[in-house]
């Protein structure tokens, strides 16, 4: 297989990484709700890299316009554009499968907007951005940051500002399947160095937390009710 040192960090000598060039990406896009042999494909899947395109980063006044969900090892990348006046009962029931484990990249806000547009919790979860935080307390937390410096992976961000509440052009649909496209991969490599680290259960832990996390984000806004002295919205 090809492989890739893993710089900086030295856990491993190095780390399998097929380069983007030799992968298969099969992006299925669509506006309307899972198709039931799709949800079928997805609900057989054990974990599903996860991720979504916003109108923004402000819980109460953005929305979600995307989600994007590769199930491991399967070359389908499922893009699916989340319209106001349609309902997805079959993405829903994808997200909320409990016999599936969900990996994201900053889980807090893909969860916190899924909820809020869907009305259900997309757990299990695994958020890499938690576990590049306490695998390497003082490295890059991006995505982009932690496949460049344990993969030595460049991801295309130049579609990272786009407009995603119409319909997508190429380099966005390449743009949105490639942000699940490594993330079993370094959540194999995160759950490897947790548990070296003796961080693993305290991970399993930030994640079960989660749902409560967004909760509060959506209910309290900035105000942190574990500040020592909570600011108001």
Known sequence: ?????????????????PPAKDLIMNIIYQDEDLSTSQTAQLMDATELAVDTELTG???????????????RGSDDY?????????DYPNVSRVLANPKSLKIFHYARMDMVMIYKRLGIWATPVFCTKIGML??????GHTL????????GITLDRDECCSDWTGRLNTPQKQYAAADVMYLHLLKDYLTDTLADENRLM???????FLPTRCELDMNWGVRDIFNHNPVNS
């Open 1 to 17: 297989g090809f492989q890739r040192r893993a710089h900086h960090f030295g856990k491993r000598d190095c780390v399998d990484a």
């Open 57 to 71: 980063l402000d819980v109460h006044a953005d929305r979600l316009c995307l989600g994007q969900r590769r199930a």
């Open 78 to 86: 499922f893009l699916i554009h989340i319209r106001d006046n349609r």
């Open 134 to 139: 306490l695998a390497h307390p003082n490295g």
């Open 144 to 151: 982009h940051h932690a496949l460049r410096d344990i993969f």
């Open 202 to 208: 305290l991970a399993r832990q930030c994640f079960d």
